[in-house]
T-cell receptor, first 114, second 112 residues
Framework: DAGVIQSPRHEVTEMGQEVTLRCKPI?????LFWYRQTMMRGLELLIY????????DSGMPEDRFSAKMPNASFSTLKIQPSEPRDSAVYFC????????????FGSGTQLSVL | EDQVTQSPEALRLQEGESSSLNCSYT??????LFWYRQDPGKGPEFLFT???AGEEKEKERLKATLTKKESFLHITAPKPEDSATYLC?????????????FGGGTRLMVKP
């Protein structure tokens, strides 16, 4: 298995532009997570899907952020409009099962908003 | 609200110099405590899960232990390839599914 696949690996954009991050979870995994990692705040959970349905989006910072999971093999995280404070590494992770299972993380997308 | 605090923030060791990393947590009910390793430019990679106080798990030079308030990651005779950031995370019984709350991590540097 190729693991969790994220694209792009790096994204540089200007303030105000729309940014779309993509994730392909491991086949057969039914839960998907989006995390954001910064030096100041560490790893923060943004949103969690189970069976393609958003279960908890309380970590989404504001309305500029949205996430979708149209099918079991694809998810997007969109920021519109982007701001410099959104600069961070965004990770996608997937897991099989309901609880106590280990999360598999992708390699992340390094986002820089100028 | 869940609190997960890791110490120290950074640790420098000489090759072969054993030490321990600490993860203290505050949750209303612990379902599981997880340790992950993160290398630069990569996502966290799973190491261990601990479920109850007194439990221990080992993998090569690493041993994780758990009490009711904290977990330790013991590193015995570390090698330079053990250099990485070590993250702990907790899963609370009241949280849906596999939601994890992560600590800030300990950056370990092992010099040859």
């Amino acid at each position: 298995d190729a693991g969790v696949i994220q694209s792009p690996r790096h994204e540089v954009t200007e303030m105000g532009q729309e940014v779309t991050l993509r994730c392909k979870p491991i086949s057969g995994h039914n839960s998907l997570f989006w995390y954001r990692q910064t030096m100041m705040r560490g790893l923060e959970l943004l949103i969690y899907f189970n069976n393609n349905v958003p279960i908890d989006d309380s970590g989404m910072p504001e309305d500029r952020f949205s996430a979708k999971m149209p099918n079991a093999s694809f998810s997007t995280l969109k920021i519109q409009p982007s701001e410099p404070r959104d600069s961070a590494v965004y990770f996608c992770a997937s897991v099989a099962g309901l609880s106590n299972e280990k999360l598999f993380f992708g390699s992340g997308t390094q986002l820089s908003v100028l | 609200e869940d609190q997960v605090t890791q110490s120290p923030e950074a640790l420098r060791l000489q090759e072969g110099e054993s030490s321990s990393l600490n993860c203290s947590y505050t949750v209303s009910g612990l379902r599981g405590l997880f340790w992950y390793r993160q290398d630069p430019g990569k996502g966290p990679e799973f190491l261990f899960t601990l479920y109850s106080a007194g439990e221990e798990k080992e993998k090569e030079r690493l041993k994780a232990t758990l009490t009711k308030k904290e977990s330790f990651l013991h590193i015995t005779a570390p090698k330079p390839e053990d250099s990485a950031t070590y993250l702990c995370a907790v899963q609370e019984v009241n949280n849906a599914g596999n939601m994890l709350t992560f600590g800030g991590g300990t950056r370990l540097m092992v010099k040859p």
